[in-house]
């Protein structure tokens, strides 16, 4: 494991193509220098915005125990799902319901996590949707679906 002093930074978007669509995530891990540590970009097949979301963070999550069981600063372009992590706002959704208590299962493996909205125009969340976009236009098939697959690095 790699962490720093500072800690570790992980940076998640999801997104789909109509609502519900042909969805992806795109996720990076940095230090405290904002050094990449880790980066995915993944399809995950027919979704909605919410649910790749969530499927964003969850999978962010996971990656980030490879460098790190200390403490996590995630930050979102989602209000909803920061809001929901972080108890402030009702999930009404069963599906996601479902998706919040596996990433609240993800979440207990490390000493804090916190939880953070910033906007779309943060350079990280930039890149993340940049990447998710990017997979999406090269897994598109003949119908304009993404498929599921990935690119990790």
């Not at 993800?106 to 890149?127: D, L």
């Not at 236009?137 to 679906?145: H, M, P």
């Amino acid at each position: 494991m790699s962490s720093t002093n500072r800690g570790v930074f992980l940076y998640c978007d999801g997104g789909c193509r109509g609502n519900p669509g042909p969805g992806a995530i795109g996720v990076l891990i940095t230090d405290g220098e904002q050094r990449e540590l880790a980066s995915l970009a993944s399809c995950i097949g027919r979704t909605t915005n919410n649910r790749a979301e969530y499927t964003a963070l969850i999978r962010v999550l996971e990656l980030a125990t490879k460098h790190t069981r200390g403490a996590v600063n995630c930050s979102m372009d989602s209000q909803l799902v920061v809001n929901q992590m972080n108890g402030t706002w009702r999930i009404k959704d069963p599906e996601l319901r479902r998706l919040h208590h596996e990433a609240k299962e993800r979440e207990a493996v490390f000493k804090q996590v916190t939880y953070g909205h910033v906007r779309r125009s943060h350079p990280m969340i930039r890149r993340v949707d940049q990447a998710l976009n990017d997979v999406m236009d090269a897994f598109r098939s003949d119908e304009g679906s993404c498929k599921e697959g990935r690119v990790e690095r």
